[in-house]
């Protein structure tokens, strides 16, 4: 790998319009210290020029201009060469977005002299190429000097002492300080060493914080940014690129406090960058290195929000005129007013923005009637370039830092740098959740591109899934080096529109008609759980009604059925999914969730009136449920199996775990050792037992399996229909010293249950397959047969790497429920694996609990065990690729082996739980 470095100084003439911000006074009058254009050749196995310009921003157009001459005039061709244009976003230099309103237009000289100087600090840089090897490194903790600048309010009232312009505080967030948001905590850095001394040749820096120490001055800086650089580059003797990280809701910790404040921000950051270098010095240049270099482009059509009502249009046009009216009350002197020509009129700089505003105001208005004319979307450019390990992803526009973390977590590489204002800037690009909080960045900011639709909060999962793509498409093109990739699958979320969805478990299964079916649950007291279908074919989902119709309860005045909480098991011949019912309010006691009685009860709102067995017709959409039994004693059907050869269902109830037997509709209660009095009762009476959450039925036989707190296997045997034989106890059973040690009378944990299992007709001779959910070992169960024991054998331990690594459970405190039979024989399990900081701390969670919940965050893995060649493997965490986040309180699984797609149910980030699939690896 070679590198050449090139600058020129950009800074702009007397008299220049500047950029940044509304309202300045006049053109530039000079500079603070100069702006700088750098340019960084990177060439290996193809070339890469990387420019950092000392600017605000620029347009897309003009972005594809330099780019398109530095490609001509460089004799390249686009497959072998990459130009990477990215801006610091100072606010104290020239105009130089020609789509802005309110700051003048952008200067055709400097434009034009902006251009030939990017042109030759290229061609510099491409004459003087040295051999090179990167290493990479980061600051530590720089929460001081940086905030998030969403500061949430009660109104949008503005009063005199909070000295902000209108449109800087709009619906429940203001322009201030937001200490709980998401920030950039290091910056993080890319050496350039050089191959025969080890000196550093080139840096790249990549922190997220907008330049804006300085404030409103008509002096020209690079802000923060041009000190911190400056600190660097004379500590290495080498120059420093600086790359704008995701601000767009990320400002200075003190900022408007002129040249002072900058040098002061830049001198600390400065400082920790040099510390950050000074970590590498004397280590030795890697044996192995990837030196590859592979880019992906993309541009992405951003759906817009319809134009704004004419009220709206109207209110803004007053806005301005007022802002334009108290401008020119205040002016004293009228001589000595700056002015600038624009559209062959002179008009003072100071009134430029409110005169820009009210005529974008009339042409909103003119607008506003021509549906056939509104802008349907915006293009925004995706831009992903690969440096050996590390990997830029460019985004034209102003994204907020929710960006970083979400494009980062679900890179395959360690380093995922998330650069706005790359090959241009578009505008803001908030989150969907912050939408919902209102702001500058918002209602406004769209405005001062000249914009007059604001952007759809459906953008973020376009850019998230885009983005993930694009980052997962430029793979190591040596495979050689395919060791340093960290894996991980990637899952696209489905919107079910049930905005009251909670935690769901089990409660899903792919039918014979190739469709999935599911259930979402809620725990609102009056609010029923709904019923989807899902067809992989389409990606459509049809929402099948609520379980309160589904039970004839639908005007009831009691607990709802708020939950459905076991798989559909499906009835070839009929075509009927059967499943059953249970409660989703709880009652809390000690931190223990209980039936919800008495006082526990909303007002006007009777007890649970019991779950219900159902069956849901995947052909009759006529009459599609029907209520097949109903659970005594206002119970909820905790675990249940069906058997569809005899017209079977077994139930365990909660919180009771009373085991019934169901045909024809009526239910017989057999009692089995180890039930005591299930979950019902406090931990105190000695007679807590945690109730098992998997039926094993065996279709030759009718025989249904399941376990007790103490590890026992019971069998429920169509020979002996009135009792619950024993079949392993003991350590014969489940309670084995490599499954851990549990108190069983505790609430927070499964004990010695089974977790999932499922009848394997041919493995073994033919088991039942399980895995333990406080262990996660996966077992072979041999049921007893004529002349033969039962017995149980430990396989292999299905957690995570990282969890077998560091000798830990998962922070689920029962285990995980999501664990199948895919295609040739292979076992999926969806099991946890613990989180670690950049500096290697594992992110530690809760040390107990009274209930099934995660302790701590942790990501989800994917591990699969193959059963004909018993072998182990964990395929890596998955994230979202449209949505932020990390599946999380994931305790469900469905294969469909005709498309080779795991579907899941898991909670997002907005705390709603919804349909996700991935690929099977």
Known sequence: MRVGVGSRDITAKNGTTMGGYWGRPGGTQGAEDKLEVTVLVVQSNMRAIIVSLDLVGISVSFSKKMEAR?????????????????????????????????????????????????????????????????????????????VNRRERVKDDTISDAENLFWFEKAGKTKIGKNPDGPRMTDANLLLFKSSKENSVVATLVHFACHPTTIGMTLLQSADYVGVARRVLSESTCAPVLFLQGACGDINPTHRKGGIKLAVEMGKVLGDRLVAAVDTTNGTLPPNKQCESISFRKKSVQLPLQPMPEEEEITQFREQNEKWLLSI?????????????????????????APRACIKHAGDMSKKINEDDKQNTGIECVLHVLRLGTTVLVGISGEPFFAYQSNIARTSPFQDTWICGYVDGVIGYLPTKEEFKHGGYECLHAHCVYGQMQRIQPACESILLSESCSLVSSVSLLDTSQADIMR???????????????????????????????????????????????????????????????????????????????????????????????????????????????????????????????????????????????????????????????????????????????????????????????????????????????????????????????????????????????????????????????????KPGSMAYHWRQVFYHATYRGGCVLGVHGGSGYLFAFHPPSTGVKAKLDLIERLTSDPSRSCGMNDQFTYGYLGFGLGPRDIIYYLTGGPIFTKSGARVEGKKTSAKGEAKGEENLHLVSYNLQLGLRKDHGPIFFSNSPGRPSYVNSLAIHHGTEQLYALSRLEDGTTDLFSVNLP
């Not at 002016?331 to 430029?352: A, F, H």
Request: hydrophobic share 30%; proline share 5%; net charge negative.
């Open 328 to 352: 020119q009350e205040k002016r004293v002197n009228t001589q000595n007013v700056e002015k600038y020509e624009i559209s062959g009129e002179s008009i003072p700089y100071d009134e430029l």
């Open 487 to 745: 894996p991980c699958l990637h899952a696209t979320v489905y919107d079910s529109k049930f905005k009251y969805s909670h935690d769901t478990y089990n409660a899903i299964s792919v039918a014979s008609d190739g469709n999935v079916y599911y259930a979402l649950s809620c725990e609102e007291p009056d609010i029923s759980a709904q019923v989807f279908k899902f067809s992989p074919k389409n990606k459509e989902i049809h929402n099948l009604g609520s379980l309160a119709e589904a039970c004839g309860e639908k005007d009831g005045k009691h607990v709802v059925q708020g939950k459905s909480h076991v798989p559909f098991f499906e009835n070839l011949t009929t075509k009927e999914l059967h499943f059953g019912t249970h409660v989703g309010f709880y009652g809390c006691v000690d931190g223990m969730e209980v039936l919800p009685t008495g006082d526990s009860l909303p007002a006007g709102i009777t007890p649970y009136p019991g779950g219900k067995l159902l069956s849901l017709s995947t052909i009759d959409e006529g009459s599609r449920y029907s209520v097949l039994g109903t659970v005594p004693d206002g119970e909820g059907v905790l675990t249940m199996t069906y058997d569809p050869v005899r017209s079977r269902w077994f139930v365990l109830t909660w919180p009771s775990g009373k085991f019934l037997v169901y045909e024809d509709g009526v239910p017989t209660t057999i009692e089995y050792t180890g039930r005591e009095d299930g979950e019902s009762v406090h931990p105190r009476t000695g007679k807590y037992r945690c109730v098992c959450r998997s039926f094993a039925l065996v279709p030759q036989t009718g025989a249904v399996y399941f376990t007790n707190a103490a590890g026992d296997i019971l069998e429920w045997s169509p020979t002996k229909p009135d009792k619950v034989t024993v079949v392993l106890s003991d350590s014969e059973g489940l309670h084995r010293d490599y499954l851990g040690s549990w108190d069983v009378t």
């Open 70 to 146: 530095l490609k001509q005039e460089h004799g390249f061709e686009d497959q072998t060469l990459d130009v990477f244009i990215s801006c610091t976003h100072t606010h104290t230099g020239p105009q130089t977005h020609d789509g802005m309103i309110g700051m003048g237009n952008a200067n055709t000289e400097y434009m034009d002299l902006l251009e030939n100087a990017v042109y030759d600090a290229a061609r510099d840089a491409l004459n003087h190429l040295q051999d090179v090897y990167m290493m990479t490194t980061s600051t530590v903790d720089n929460l001081d000097i940086s």
